[in-house]
Structures are given as structure tokens and as C-alpha cells.
């Protein structure tokens, strides 16, 4: 399995639709009018900062609230008014809410007792759910006798177990560190692709986002901003808001100066040369645009680079370290902080530019992507 592969997958059967959902608390709006279709199989992410509705959203597939106007159907089901447990779906909650008195089977058992399953069938999805997130070494230990990552993949195996067409899943690996959560990401891809279940995801984190997802929603305000798979929403973000929140980059305001079928130019108070973009924009001559460039897509040097376009002058006022990378924020003549990402490719790279060090940065034209919003 890789994560690009799963980002890619074409899935084309509907399995969730959501049809001009409204949901209001009092004089509050918190979800304005979404809709959208997930597909049969993908993991799909919803994608936001705190209060933007996403979570709303989830329970609403879920059954823990309903809708104000609009219709939610499920595999071509109008699920409005049918209780959580009616609807095929199962949900993973934030804090696991595991039984601490049961063992890791009985916990996973539980649901499926409720269900009135035979005997024989429990024991034969337990086994098949221990198998899969591997904990059968487990399987008579109590909650508290387990790591994080276990505990969530008995919640994980607990969800499952009951076979639902969508499992929801609320901030799922929050509680975990980062080693542990980047690891569990990609055991959870491997299930999910495995089991051929459609994954419905409630994310705040963009690199979890982009790591998991075929697709991607992101949410502001109660509306949906934009959905795609996750290298495009990174590449090609349709506004400001976007590009800023679906990880880091430079942004830059200036005036559509040339605008041409094939390419257009720029010209901002925030950068001494005329900003080059190859390829053509929908916006009209003088209107105020952004254009948006990544930090690992700009170079960074102390020799001035051939270029006229694209290009300044600035002094280095913060590095951070990281490792693999170092950031060099580099504030130019203008005063605008530009963040430059670059990889640390031998151990002497971070001593090459150091702090109070004059440099240039540059970009490429095919580089940086204009936004009118």
C-alpha cells in the first residue's frame, strides 16, 4: 500500500449522499447548506478548524442529530428520522469509549451481542477482527493493560465488527503522539483498503488529511470551501483561505497587470520584481489577486539567480531546524516575511545560511498559483 495510491483510487457508486443539509441550534447556523457525495470505499476527510461544522456533519450521518432542512441518504436510503443504531453505519469516537471491566474481545463482542448474533458467528468476527488489527496476543487483557495504540485499534475492531457500510470516525488518533499517530495513519489506510469499507473522517490536522484521504473536504463556517484529493487541494487550492489552511505558504497581493491566454503577470508592493505565473487565470485586467507559492518551491541563495521575474532580496531573521528540513524566514526590502523550505540533504546544509545573512529567493513561473478570492 502507498498513501499516493490510495489518494488516487478512482471510486465511482455512491454511498453517502448529503443534499442542501442545514443544521441550526437556535439563532446559530452551524452546517449552511451542504452538499456533497462520498463514494463506496473511499476515506474521505472533513477538514477544518474548530466550530466549522464538520463534527455537526458527522453526527448527522450518524444519527446523534438531525438535520433542520435537507436529506442525508445512505447507499440510496433517506436515513432522516432512523435512530443510530437503524442506520448501517458505526462510529469511532475520540476518546474510545472502551468498557474498562471487559477484555479486548468481549469489548469487541459487545455490539454484536446487542445484535442478538449467535454464538458461534460473535466468535468467528471477533477472531476475524483480532486477526486483522493484530491484537489476538491481547485478546484477554483489559483496557488499561493496553498502549494507546492499542486501545485504538480495539475501538477500531469494535466498529468494524458489525460489518456497517460507512464507519464515521471523530478525531480518531488525537490522543495519540506524533511516532505513534503517523504509524496508526498508515495502519488505518491498510484496513480501510483491506476491508473496502467507506472511512468518513473528522480531521483538524492537514498533514492527517493529506497522509489518509482520497478526497477531502475542507470547511469553514458551516460551508464546504473545497473538495478534492490532496494533491490537488495542496497544488490547486481554489482561495486564500485554502491555500493558508491546507498547509503552510506565501502569499503575496498584487494587480493582474498582463493577462494573457497563456500566461500572466503581477505586479505587488510586496516583492521588488514582477511576479510571472505560465498559465492563464480567469480575472480581468487591474483586479486585485494572490498569488500563492509553497515554501519548499522557493530557492534560497546568497548569489543573485538569473532571473528578473519571480525574484528579491531580503535578510535571514529566524531559521527553525527540524531535522530533515530547515525554514529560513527571510524578510525582504519591502517588509514581507517570505518562509523558505529546504531539505537538509548533507549535515553541513544548515551552516551554509545563517541568521542576518543577505540572500536572494526566487521561483519558478509554473511554481505559484493565483487566487481571486
Not at 22 to 32: I, S
Amino acid at each position: 500500500m502507498t498513501t499516493l495510491a490510495a489518494a488516487t483510487r478512482t471510486r465511482t457508486k455512491p454511498i453517502i449522499q448529503i443534499q442542501d443539509v442545514v443544521k441550526k441550534f437556535g439563532d446559530f447556523t452551524a452546517v449552511n447548506g451542504v452538499s456533497l457525495t462520498i463514494n463506496q470505499g473511499e476515506l474521505f476527510s472533513l477538514l477544518g478548524g474548530s466550530g466549522c461544522g464538520k463534527s455537526t456533519l458527522l453526527r448527522m450521518i450518524a444519527g446523534f442529530e438531525e438535520p433542520t432542512s435537507g436529506r442525508i441518504l445512505i447507499d440510496g436510503q433517506d436515513i432522516s428520522g432512523l435512530a443510530p443504531y437503524e442506520r448501517p453505519v458505526n462510529m469511532m469516537f475520540q476518546s474510545y469509549a472502551l468498557f474498562p471491566h471487559m477484555t479486548v474481545e468481549q469489548n469487541i463482542a459487545f455490539g454484536l451481542k446487542q445484535d442478538g448474533l449467535p454464538k458461534a458467528e460473535i466468535k468467528k468476527r471477533v477472531a476475524e477482527m483480532l486477526e486483522l488489527v493484530e491484537l489476538g496476543r491481547f485478546a484477554k487483557r483489559k483496557p488499561q493493560q493496553l498502549s494507546g495504540g492499542q486501545r485504538q485499534r480495539v475501538a477500531l475492531a469494535r466498529s468494524l465488527a458489525k460489518r456497517p457500510k460507512v464507519l464515521l470516525l471523530d478525531e480518531p488518533l488525537s490522543a495519540l503522539d506524533k511516532k505513534l499517530r503517523e504509524r496508526t495513519q498508515l495502519e488505518l489506510v491498510d484496513i480501510q483498503e483491506e476491508l473496502d469499507v467507506t472511512f468518513v473522517m473528522v480531521t483538524h490536522d492537514q498533514e492527517e488529511a493529506m497522509t489518509m484521504s482520497t478526497r477531502v473536504a475542507v470547511m469553514d463556517a458551516g460551508e464546504i470551501i473545497q473538495i478534492d484529493n490532496p494533491h490537488a487541494m495542496y497544488e490547486y487550492p481554489n482561495s486564500r483561505f485554502v491555500a493558508e489552511f491546507f498547509g503552510s505558504v506565501n502569499m503575496f497581493e498584487g494587480v493582474l497587470d498582463e493577462d494573457e491566454a497563456d500566461y500572466v503577470t503581477i505586479q505587488s508592493p510586496e516583492i521588488s520584481s514582477r511576479i510571472y505565473v505560465s498559465h492563464g487565470i480567469a480575472a480581468r485586467q487591474g483586479q486585485t489577486v494572490w498569488v500563492a507559492v509553497r515554501p519548499e518551491k522557493v530557492f534560497i541563495g546568497r548569489q543573485a539567480p538569473d532571473v528578473t521575474d519571480n525574484v528579491d532580496q531580503g535578510t535571514v531573521t529566524d531559521i527553525v531546524y527540524l531535522g530533515g528540513i530547515s525554514t529560513y524566514m527571510v524578510t525582504l526590502d519591502s517588509g514581507k516575511v517570505v518562509r523558505v523550505t529546504v531539505p537538509n540533504i548533507t549535515r553541513q546544509a544548515q551552516a551554509d545560511i545563517t541568521w542576518e545573512d543577505r540572500v536572494w529567493i526566487h521561483w519558478n513561473p509554473e511554481s505559484c498559483v493565483v487566487v481571486t478570492q
